[in-house]
């Protein structure tokens, strides 16, 4: 991720897409994020979940570990379609167990079911301009989904497709091309508790995760 501190001045540093969240579920993950491909969502989800003092869980890591294969081995074996239902299994069940902070895959919104499960939890959107695209998946290794002659073109045109989507799964949306990891994690954080502050006062902030004892949070 980019050490570059300057924001951009078009964009918000966040923005609540739904203002008044309806509370999450008793159990499952504190918060979810979502977004395209090298938006920063594992590296920024495992700094939230350190902040928060809560564990982390990454949807293709727990994929990986429940096939026993690589992400590009599936997609070369059993195609994106097997993948994508093996994802969306993964994600029902860590959306019912895991209660801490889950990063998903770029394309794990697309299945309507899948979306309107991650809406119903506190969801975050790290959203990337093309030009952190270009640093960070230049090469589209290890992604399938953009292999072949051009990945940025390929992350252009997945992105574009899915924005209305993941915008309709988010509660809030974080503008992450600038910033370095833990000043991306505290926007976030920031962004739902001051959300959630501002319309439930006083009862949210532990719904969304509240700070171990002892834990850095502000740094
Ligand atoms: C995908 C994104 C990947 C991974 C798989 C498919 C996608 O995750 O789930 O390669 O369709 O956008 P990241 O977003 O973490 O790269």
Known sequence: MSSESAESPERPEHTARHPLPSPPPVHGP???LIGPMG??????????????????????ALIVDRDGRSIPEI???????????????VLAHALATHAGVLALGGGAVGD?????????HPTVLLEIDESAALRRVHAGRGRPMLAGEDPLE??????AERLPLYREAARWSIEAS????????RRVIAAVRETERDHE??????QVGAAAPGTKEDA
């Open 30 to 32: 504190r918060l979810v």
């Open 39 to 60: 938006a920063g969502k594992t590296t920024v989800g495992r700094e939230v979940a350190r902040r928060l003092g809560v564990p982390f869980a990454d949807l293709d």
């Open 75 to 89: 997609f070369a074996a059993d195609g994106e379609e097997a993948f994508r239902r093996l994802e969306a299994r």
């Open 112 to 120: 309507p079911a899948s979306r309107a499960l991650v809406a119903s």
């Open 154 to 159: 390929r992350w252009r045109t997945l992105t």
């Open 178 to 185: 600038r910033g370095d990891v833990p000043a991306v994690a």
């Open 201 to 206: 006062p006083g009862t949210t902030i532990d």
